[in-house]
């Protein structure tokens, strides 16, 4: 049985224990007699429902917040973000599943980084996810992959709870255990879970291979976002870029030297597709690139990881 399959036959649940003595410094802590049980701060929000028919929890996503930090509204169809992350987001959906497909290597998986932290490729990781999500015949599952500076959960309000790491570090947990499911029907997340000393071994495992091999495999119709530490600060990015079938490289206009794109480039050189995109620019140039080249030059957005 596979390991995607062995997960969707456990309940996909978060377990609740009244006895549970909560940790008082919002640490994420795993229970050794139930590795699928964390403890987490009680001053950390809650903001999910639990959904009566399904017995699941469902994080609300509050779309206020994040449409002032400048994320495009999923219930909005006409604004300029809305708008450009159409554009950005055709290619990708064209090489995942139309024509463009065709001798791509799992080209569902996409990763979102950039050369250095700071350029907004959790920003870019996050609204690509919402806007593909949109899309009524779309799934996404958004994967924090960046294990040493995690942000999507801290962006999304998802509280402490179990993510990638405790997947690769720990036999007991399974994939179903790490799932989050989202207010958007289409949209799942994977937390990044605890800092972890060994995280560049765990993301270089056979566990991990196994586990995107069969992400590309078993679910051919859902696009799978991985978002990324940078290139040039990490050593995990690169590890992640080998296990993808596409790449989108954030660089932040008038500010990422050159040379430190084309080394990032450089170090991506095994991915079949490679496409950028401007973040923070003040004008908008337009138009994908695959290589070498440069586009989309968007300049909103509040947010930057």
């Known amino acids: 049985m ?6 969707l036959n456990k309940a996909n649940k ?35 429902i639990i959904d009566q028919q399904t017995n699941k929890e469902i994080v609300e996503i509050d779309f206020t917040r994040l449409t002032s930090l400048g994320f495009v509204d999923p219930n909005d169809s006409n604004t300029q973000a809305i708008e450009e992350y159409r554009n950005i987001k055709r290619p990708i959906v064209n090489n995942a599943f139309g024509k463009g497909s ?9 990763l979102i980084t950039s050369s250095l932290p700071g350029e907004g490729k959790t920003f870019t990781a996050i609204n690509l996810a919402l806007s593909i999500a949109n899309e009524r015949d779309k799934k996404v599952l958004l994967i924090d992959a960046d294990v ?24 007991g947990i399974l994939f179903s255990d790490i799932l989050v499911d989202t207010n958007i029907a289409g949209l799942r997340i994977v937390p ?3 800092t972890h000393k060994h995280s560049t071994e765990l993301l270089s495992s056979n566990k991990m291979a196994l586990l995107v091999e069969e992400l590309s495999s078993r679910y051919p119709d859902r696009i799978i976002i991985f978002d990324s530490p940078p290139l040039l600060a990490a050593t995990q990015g690169e590890i992640l870029a080998k296990l993808v ?17 084309m080394e990032s480039v450089n170090k991506l050189s095994t991915c079949d597709v490679v496409l950028a995109v401007f973040n923070k ?17 968007y300049g909103y957005g509040n947010y930057a990881n």
């Open 281 to 297: 620019s003040k004008g908008n140039t337009g138009g994908a690139f695959y290589g070498y080249g440069y586009g989309y030059g």
């Open 102 to 110: 065709v001798g791509i290597n799992r080209a569902n998986l996409i």
């Open 245 to 261: 079938g596409q790449i989108v490289l954030v660089v932040e206009a008038e500010k990422t030297l050159q040379s430190m794109v």
């Open 192 to 194: 990044a879970g605890k």
């Open 2 to 7: 596979s390991i995607i399959e062995s997960a």
């Open 14 to 48: 978060v377990e609740h224990d009244s006895n549970v003595h909560l940790n008082t410094q919002s640490e994420l802590k795993v229970n050794s007699d139930n590795p699928r049980l964390i403890y987490n701060n009680s001053d950390c929000k809650i903001n999910s």
């Open 148 to 171: 040493a500076r995690p942000s999507i959960s801290k962006v999304l309000g998802i509280e402490p709870r179990l993510g990638l790491i405790e997947y690769l570090d720990n036999e």
